[in-house]
Nanobody
Framework: QVQLVESGGGLVQAGGSMRLSCAASGRTFSSYGMGWFRQGPGKEREFVAAINWSGATSYVDSVKGRFTASRDNAKNTIYLQMNSLKPEDTAVYYC?????????????????WGQGTQVTVSS
């Protein structure tokens, strides 16, 4: 069982930066693949980034070069550094954990989810 708690959301102006954190419980955290997803107003939940146990990452095209996922296994925490934020990045951001497929972009493959944190980017 893994419990996830996101933090770090809030309001930022376009062009600004924000870092999200996701703290995980569970002794086997380091073996899980982790993902970041987001759901904007009136939109479906979409994949943002994934990071595997060794730190390899993948990103959706719309955030490549702007967002960076990282993890600290000693702290059972993953991060999403978001730079050059745009109004279209406004969404509730979720972290998730799975051990089915490395760097999976598919929400249905993630077994554990955090409660989400709101990110609002003003124009």
């Amino acid at each position: 069982q893994v419990q996830l708690v996101e933090s770090g959301g809030g309001l930022v102006q376009a062009g600004g930066s924000m870092r999200l954190s996701c703290a995980a419980s569970g002794r086997t955290f380091s073996s899980y693949g982790m993902g970041w997803f987001r759901q904007g107003p009136g939109k479906e939940r979409e994949f943002v980034a994934a990071i595997n146990w060794s730190g390899a990452t993948s990103y959706v095209d719309s955030v490549k070069g702007r967002f960076t996922a990282s993890r600290d296994n000693a702290k059972n925490t993953i991060y999403l550094q978001m730079n050059s934020l745009k109004p279209e990045d406004t969404a509730v951001y979720y972290c998730a954990a799975q051990n089915r497929r490395p760097l999976s972009p598919w929400a249905y493959e993630y077994d554990y989810w955090g409660q989400g944190t709101q990110v609002t980017v003003s124009s």
